[in-house]
């Protein structure tokens, strides 16, 4: 009874310190372009309905490469926006591939009190995307070659928005993205549509593969998450499009770390829209505590470090669970522990 009663009070106190809250505070970046101005979304346009100064951090963060790039619009083409009154797509929905390309500084933007530097690991960016194409229902797929990208350029500044040219540049370390390419080399399958991750070979060599999802017209809903980084620097990653519940893609990164995201529209002749773009730290798994025999099994998500302590009135600070050869312990984490005795669980990156 003494065991149980302690197994309680562990429920009690995790709930206490992993409360839910940062799931339900504002994200760290959420974008649905409704306090744009419609027309060219660039900062970096002279004259443009959005244009703005680098480096202004309350302003239109969004620039791009031989402007105008991406265009807010309204409902237009038999196709409304996710939510609210407008969305996104490339110049003109269709017409001659156009390549249009829209960055945010995701270092600059979002972790300028750490110097601007990208984020490393235990994030994710969640969006949707609208395809009119599907699998050639209104002209061949390969015609539809839009995506959003998660990317590690050498040349974007830590200090502003954009470089001094407005150019990414092509010093890509990592490239993370779901969609539709116009990389159809030996493998490209048009019916489905791609991922790319930079650190598997892809049916191309440079992380470009096919994901299980079959193409259709409508609204469709991606996500990638980037675990925190691993003992050896590394980080696992999962890929989801429409089943946000199974992963369409799992791996393994060796770079994690990222600093802009990228909107590709128009790279072929008919447009993607996107919208509700949101970029955000991954909120803590939850910490599941049982009684096994005699035992407290204690189970987590791996990626995750194990701490304890005895007490919570600061005389005795949180450490981190080892195992005998001075490691950090796996999930399941298993405690045999004195009847009346007590003992607190945290997680931490």
Not at 180 to 209: C, H, L, V
Request: hydrophobic share 35%; proline share 6%; with cysteine.
């Amino acid at each position: 009874m003494k065991l149980i009663k302690t197994l309680l009070l562990f429920a009690l106190m995790f709930t206490l310190l992993n409360s839910p809250t940062r799931c339900a505070a504002a994200p760290l970046f959420f974008e649905g372009f409704e306090s744009r101005q419609l027309g060219a979304l660039d900062q970096d346009l002279a004259g443009g309905p959005n244009f703005g100064t680098n480096g202004d951090l309350t302003g239109n963060p969004w620039w791009g490469p031989f402007p105008p790039n991406i265009q807010v619009v309204g409902a237009e083409n038999g196709i409304t926006p996710h939510s609210g009154t407008n969305m996104a797509r490339g110049v003109g929905f269709t017409g001659p591939a156009d390549f249009d390309q829209d960055y945010f500084n995701l270092g600059y933007r979002l972790n300028n009190t750490n110097g601007g530097f990208g984020f490393t690991g235990n994030y994710f960016l969640d969006w949707w995307f609208y395809d009119a194409v599907g699998q050639g229902t209104n002209g061949s797929a390969t015609n539809y070659c839009d995506y959003i990208a998660l990317g590690n350029y050498g040349a974007v500044p830590i200090n502003t928005d954009a470089p001094a040219n407005d150019s990414a540049g092509n010093s890509v370390s990592q490239r993370m993205s779901i969609g539709a390419t116009s990389n159809e080399s030996a493998g490209y399958d048009s019916t489905k549509y791609q991922m790319r991750f930079i650190g598997i070979p892809g049916y191309n060599g440079g992380g470009w593969a096919n994901l299980p999802n079959v193409r259709s017209v409508g609204w469709h809903h991606a996500r990638m998450e980037v675990l925190p980084p691993l003992g050896d620097g590394t980080s696992d990653a999962a890929f989801y499009c429409d089943d946000m519940v199974n992963p369409a893609f799992r791996g393994n990164t060796i770079n994690n770390t990222v600093n802009v995201i990228e909107l590709n529209g128009r790279f072929g002749t008919i447009s993607a829209y996107f919208d509700d773009i949101t970029f955000d730290v991954l909120p803590p798994p939850t910490l599941s505590i049982s009684q096994v025999g005699t035992n407290v099994v204690v189970t987590w998500a791996n990626s995750f470090i194990l701490q304890s302590n005895t007490d919570l009135t600061g005389n005795t600070p949180f450490s981190d669970v080892l195992d005998g050869n001075n490691n950090y312990v796996t999930s399941p984490y298993t405690n045999s522990l004195a009847a009346g005795s007590q003992m607190y669980f945290r997680l931490r990156n």
